[in-house]
C-alpha cells in the first residue's frame, strides 16, 4: 500500500479530514463500509491524536446514553438558531428567559462518557467527546502563543506549529457537520484567489 505525502498549505487540512472520516465510517459502519484510509506520512503523535479522536467518536456514535436509550433532547435547535440574531454580542437576561420558555431543557442525565445528543427527528444535535485530545494533541493547544500581526515571523512560526492540530480540528468538523466544513475551505480557497496579486502577507500565511 502506498503512502501518501502531506502538503504544506491549507490542503493539509483536506488530507487529514479525509484520513479522519475514512477512519471514522470504516470503525463505525464496519459492515457497510469497506474502504481502507489511504495511509499518509503523519508524524508518531499525530497518529495517536488523529486514533484517540476518532475512537473517542465511534464510541460516542454508538453510545446509546446513560439509562441504555438514546439521548434525546426536546429542543428544536433548528428553531432556536433562527430566534437568535446573527449579530448577538450581549447577554440580554429578558431573551434567555423567553428562549427557557419557548424551549424548555429537558433532564439528560449525568453524561460521563462519549455521547450523542439527538434533536428532532433523531437528528445529531451535539457530540459530547470528553478526553478525545491526546496529551500531545492538549500540549499543542497550551504551550502556543498567539500573535495578532502577519507580518512578525513568529506569527508565521506559530501558524505552521498549529497547522496540523487545526488540520485534526478540521477533521472533527468535517464529520459532525460537512456542509460547515466545506464552507470554510470555500472561503479559504476564495482568499487565497483573491489576495494573490494585492496582499503577499496573507498569501503568505495562507501558504503554511
Not at 438558531?81 to 428562549?99: A, C, G, I, P, Y
Not at 457530540?127 to 500540549?139: C, E, F, G, Q, V
Amino acid at each position: 500500500m502506498s503512502v501518501s505525502s502531506l502538503p504544506s498549505d491549507y490542503q493539509l487540512s483536506n488530507c487529514i479530514a479525509l484520513y479522519m472520516r475514512q477512519q471514522f465510517f470504516s470503525e463505525a459502519f464496519l459492515e457497510e463500509y469497506h474502504q481502507t484510509p489511504t495511509p499518509f506520512n503523519l508524524h508518531t503523535d499525530t497518529t495517536i491524536s488523529i486514533c484517540s479522536i476518532v475512537s473517542t467518536m465511534v464510541d460516542a456514535y454508538h453510545n446509546p446514553g446513560p439509562d441504555r436509550n438514546p439521548v434525546q433532547s426536546n429542543v428544536d435547535l433548528i428553531r432556536l438558531e433562527e430566534s437568535v440574531s446573527r449579530n448577538e454580542s450581549r447577554l440580554d437576561l429578558e431573551q434567555e428567559d423567553q428562549f427557557l420558555i419557548t424551549y424548555p431543557p429537558n433532564a439528560l442525565g449525568v453524561l460521563d462518557c462519549p455521547t450523542v445528543i439527538l434533536g428532532w427527528d433523531d437528528v445529531i444535535a451535539l457530540w459530547y467527546l470528553p478526553n478525545a485530545l491526546s496529551w500531545s494533541t492538549k500540549t499543542w493547544f497550551d504551550t502556543l502563543d498567539i500573535s495578532k500581526d502577519l507580518n512578525r515571523d513568529a506569527s508565521l512560526e506559530w501558524l505552521q506549529a498549529m497547522a496540523v492540530p487545526n488540520a485534526m480540528i478540521s477533521g472533527v468538523l468535517s464529520i459532525i457537520h460537512p456542509p460547515l466544513y466545506k464552507a470554510g475551505i470555500e472561503c479559504i480557497e476564495k482568499l487565497k484567489t483573491e489576495t494573490a496579486l494585492n496582499n503577499p502577507v496573507m498569501v503568505r500565511a495562507l501558504a503554511v
